[in-house]
């Protein structure tokens, strides 16, 4: 199956996992592997969730394109008790996103 990383999950991937060269490159592989160790679960909506298989906290959550037999990751989150992106700066992101009026 091929793997898509959209620039959100880049984006977040970077901000939890520091060095990476190619973001979507190294999210890629690792969801790759990790589907094939069969670490996939249902999600909601339609998601699949994809447990990392080096870092069991992070989640990749995907949509399958059935049509052209591909996995996109649209985002990623972590769980656990210390996440390295703490809810409370997600959660100003989400609130200064809904406050910004569109051009």
């Known amino acids: 199956m091929l793997v898509a990383v959209t620039d959100h999950a880049a984006e977040r ?3 939890r996992v520091r060095g990476a060269l190619d973001p ?4 890629t592989g690792r969801v790759s592997r990790a ?3 069969g670490r996939v ?13 080096e ?4 989640v990749y959550i995907c949509i399958e394109d059935k ?4 996995l996109i990751v649209i985002t990623l989150w972590e769980g656990g008790e210390d996440p390295r ?3 409370r700066f997600t959660d100003a992101l989400r609130r200064s ?3 910004t009026p569109s051009p």
């Open 13 to 15: 991937y970077l901000q």
């Open 24 to 27: 979507k490159l190294e999210v």
């Open 35 to 37: 589907v094939d160790a």
């Open 41 to 53: 679960e249902p999600g909601s909506r339609g998601a699949l969730l994809v447990r990392d298989l």
């Open 55 to 58: 870092d069991g906290e992070l």
């Open 67 to 70: 049509p052209r037999g591909e």
């Open 85 to 87: 992106v703490p809810k």
């Open 97 to 99: 996103r809904r406050a």
